[in-house]
């Protein structure tokens, strides 16, 4: 068998039909692709739009253009307290979560014990329970020893749904950075808190950053597990359910464009700052 | 993206064995994990079994609406579960949820290959853009499809031009809005975990392949797929799971008859206030999520992984 004689696959068809079908299949990626872009994105841009409807209470049908609910994002009753509640709730749920599970990752990275097994298993099955087991469970015990419902009801619930996500987020980072780099400093006469501080810690900031992004926005979205474990409290979230019953203001829109805009612009900054760090 | 990684991380574990802990303290790995595993013991596993006795308990006899006394009556189980009201709704949350996330798998495997291999420097724009969706309120994205799928929305406006359906659209509400909500509120979780392990895939090893002669759909089939493997159990896991349990799609989108499980959790809990029935439901859906998982993972595990 000489290598010139046999006819190699690709080289038999013309290369134009090659180049056709290599187009055709790139594309129709490309298209589908659009496709699923828009199946996405179409609720969000829903949302914006309506968000400068005119309408009266309910905002379900399209009536005119105004500016008026963006001047006047807390005009309509209680959107902004519940705004305000979800805000401060997601800052003490990032805030202890954050470092909960922070802790956490570098136990399960750093080091080596007994019982990891049953750690890693304790942190996956948070995330493999539906929300509606993990909102009834916990609600049943703060019945049982008579917690009243409120805003730490909320917060103790949101820490113990977001550790396992941190943990995760961490692990990940800090897996993917060489031990050795610590141990080196430490070969240098470094201690290891100061090993750690300015050596792990500004490397694996970026983890943990992102970490405690993913738990305010689990916190400020959630509402399942709110739902059960609230109370009289009212979350952004719960506002919307509650309000959907009798036609959800303008302003909610507005609200819900803003943070999309805000989160957009702290995830698109994120990216450009570590980009230029890494060429810089 | 971290976030992509860590939720593909999330089943596959433990890749780098931590380090000898020569200079380290013994206890030191134990004071870490304290706090947060505390945390998770009080307020995830202890409620847990308060959820478990819950469910044994019955009525009080003369007691008021909501008061339950322990029984230990393990007949709560076979009276609930031999309850057409609530067995229906459980088949339905795993029929819906399993299309959803089939949908999901199906729309979500060549976004992320595209994402991974055809974007070029519009790579992290476009991840951005998978992301997004979450930036705006869960609630507020999906009564936004209940008025795009609804008659006088824009989706069935477009279907009637064309001549799919009638004067009543009968999209919103039925089973289809239910079931696009679901594929659409848990599509992200498909394809960050799928795009994660893409991006590890070398693209030598396809190139490889074709120099052996090897199709495009056989590199595919022989080379990406079983190596995107662990992102597509990752990602299948994270939409399965939360979208069996939700109750939200099902209440916004759909009428009673598509009542999904967590639709009767959540009215025995709040309307009923029928706790001991509430925790068992509660506790038959994720026994059965556990067995599925157990099974899924085993099967493909067994066949794909190794």
């Known amino acids: ?280 | 993206m971290a976030i992509a990684q860590a939720i593909g991380d999330t089943i596959e574990d433990q890749r780098t064995p931590p380090p000898d802990p020569k200079k380290r303290g013994r206890f030191t790995p134990y004071l870490l994990l304290l706090p947060g595993m505390l945390w998770l013991a009080i307020f995830f596993a202890v409620p847990l079994v308060f959820l478990f006795s819950t469910s044994l308990q019955t009525p009080v006899a003369g007691g008021e609406v909501g008061e339950f006394e322990q029984t230990f009556n393990f007949g709560n189980y076979v009276d609930t579960l031999t309850d057409e009201y609530y067995y229906v709704p459980l088949f339905r949350s795993f029929i819906y949820s399993g299309i959803a996330t089939i949908l999901a798998l199906l729309i979500g495997y060549p976004l992320a290959y595209m994402i991974a291999f055809k974007s070029g420097r519009w790579r992290n724009l476009l991840l951005v853009m998978v992301i997004a969706p979450f930036f705006v309120s869960f609630l507020l994205r999906t009564i936004a499809w209940r008025q795009i799928l609804a008659d006088e929305g824009v989706v069935v406006g477009a279907l009637r031009v064309v001549g799919l359906v009638g004067e009543t659209g009968g999209i919103y509400p039925s089973a289809l809005a239910v079931i696009t909500g679901l594929t659409y509120n848990f599509l992200p979780f498909m394809t960050l975990p799928i795009y994660a392990s893409l991006e590890r895939v070398d693209p030598r090893l396809i190139e490889a392949g074709s120099d052996l002669y090897a199709k495009p759909f056989t590199g595919f089939r022989k080379i990406t797929w079983p190596l995107s493997m662990p992102g597509v159990v990752a990602g299948t896991l994270l939409t399965f799971i939360p979208a069996a349990g939700d109750y939200v799609n099902a209440e916004l989108l759909g009428t009673g008859k598509n009542s999904m499980i967590g639709n009767r959790i959540q009215y025995e809990f709040f309307n009923v206030r029928d706790y001991p029935t509430m925790a068992v439901l509660s506790f038959v859906l994720m026994a059965c999520i556990f067995v599925m998982v157990l099974v899924y993972v085993r099967r493909v595990g067994s066949k794909d992984l190794v």
């Open chain 1, 1 to 280: 068998m000489s290598p010139a004689n046999t006819p190699v696959p690709v080289a038999s068809k013309p290369p134009t039909t090659v180049r056709f079908r290599n187009w055709i299949g790139n594309n129709l990626l490309r298209i589908y692709a659009v496709l699923a872009f828009i199946y996405l994105l179409l609720p969000v841009m829903y949302t914006f739009v309506f968000s400068f409807n005119d309408s009266g209470k309910s905002n379900l049908t399209w009536v005119g253009f105004t500016w008026n609910n963006w001047a006047n994002p807390c005009a309509a009753p209680d959107v902004c307290q519940s705004v305000i509640n979800s805000i401060s709730v997601g800052l003490v749920v990032t805030l202890a979560a954050t470092l909960l599970g922070t802790l956490i990752a570098f136990a399960l990275v750093r080091h080596r014990f007994r019982g990891r097994t049953t750690t890693n298993l304790l942190i996956f099955l948070p995330m493999a329970t539906p929300e509606v087991v993990l909102g009834s469970s916990l609600l049943t015990l703060f019945l049982n020893i008579l917690v009243p419902l409120g805003f730490w009801t909320v917060v103790i619930a949101h820490i113990m749904f977001c550790i396992s996500f941190v943990v995760v987020t961490v692990k990940a980072r800090l897996s993917s950075l060489d031990a050795n780099i610590e141990q080196a400093a430490m070969d240098l006469y470094a201690s290891e808190w100061q090993a750690f501080r300015r050596i792990t810690l500004p490397l694996v900031a970026p983890g943990i950053a992102a970490a405690g992004l993913l738990a305010f926005s689990l916190s400020f979205d959630d509402f399942i597990i709110t739902n059960f474990n609230s109370g009289q409290f009212t979350t952004f979230p719960k506002f919307i359910y509650v309000a959907d019953k009798r036609g959800i203001p303008a302003q909610a829109y507005v609200i819900a464009s803003a943070m999309f805009f805000i989160a957009l612009a702290i995830v698109l900054i994120g990216q450009f700052a570590g980009r230029r760090r890494k060429e810089g």
